[in-house]
C-alpha cells in the first residue's frame, strides 16, 4: 500500500512540473540582475495599404497572419524559448520604412494569435519549456501602409 501511495505521489508531482506554464505581467517580480540584451530586427512588406499584407522575417519564426481590420492585431510574431526561471522584459521599439509613424506595439503572449494587453504584457517569468511569442501588434487598427517595414526591439533577460 505504501508504494502504490508513494507511486501516486511521484506522477502527482511529475504531473505538476510538466504542466508549469510561463507567467505574463506588466511588472518585473522581485529584484534581479541583468544578464543581456538582445536586439532583434524584423522586416515585413506589406503589399497594399489593405489587405492581402505578407510579411517576412528572416531571423526567427514567423508566421503570416490575417488582417481583420480591427485594433490590437497581430502584424508579425517571432518566438524563443527562455531559461528556466529568468524573467524577460520587451521594449525600445524603432519602426523604419513605410510605417515608420505608425502607432504599433511591441508585446510578449503565450501564441500568435491572442495579442492580450499588448502595452501591459512586456514582461514574461519563462518557464524553461513553452515558447514565448514576441507580437509586434497595429494597436489602432487604423491599418499599415504599402511598403517594407523594419521593426527592431529588445529582449533583456533577468536572472533567477
Known amino acids: 500500500m505504501k508504494k502504490i501511495i508513494a507511486i501516486a505521489a511521484l ?3 511529475v504531473s505538476t512540473c510538466a504542466h508549469a506554464e510561463n507567467t505574463f505581467s506588466p511588472t518585473l517580480v522581485g529584484t534581479h540582475d541583468v544578464v543581456n540584451t538582445t536586439a532583434h530586427a524584423v522586416t515585413f512588406n506589406v503589399n497594399t495599404a489593405y489587405h492581402p499584407l505578407t510579411f517576412v522575417d528572416t531571423a526567427t519564426d514567423s ?13 508579425v510574431a517571432s518566438k524563443f524559448t527562455g531559461e528556466n ?4 522584459e520587451v521594449g525600445n521599439l524603432i519602426l523604419n520604412g513605410a510605417n515608420k509613424n505608425r502607432n ?10 491572442t495579442p492580450n494587453q499588448p ?6 517569468k519563462s518557464d524553461g519549456t513553452a515558447s514565448i511569442y514576441v507580437l509586434l501588434t497595429d494597436d489602432n487598427g487604423t491599418g499599415l501602409q504599402a511598403g517594407s517595414t523594419t521593426a527592431t526591439y529588445t529582449v533583456t533577460d533577468y536572472a533567477a
Open 104 to 113: 504599433m506595439k511591441v508585446s510578449f503572449s503565450s501564441d500568435i494569435t
Open 119 to 124: 502595452t501591459e504584457q512586456i514582461f514574461v
Open 85 to 88: 526561471g529568468h524573467q524577460y
Open 11 to 13: 506522477a502527482a508531482a
Open 63 to 75: 508566421t503570416d497572419l490575417a488582417q481583420d481590420g480591427s485594433a490590437n492585431r497581430v502584424v
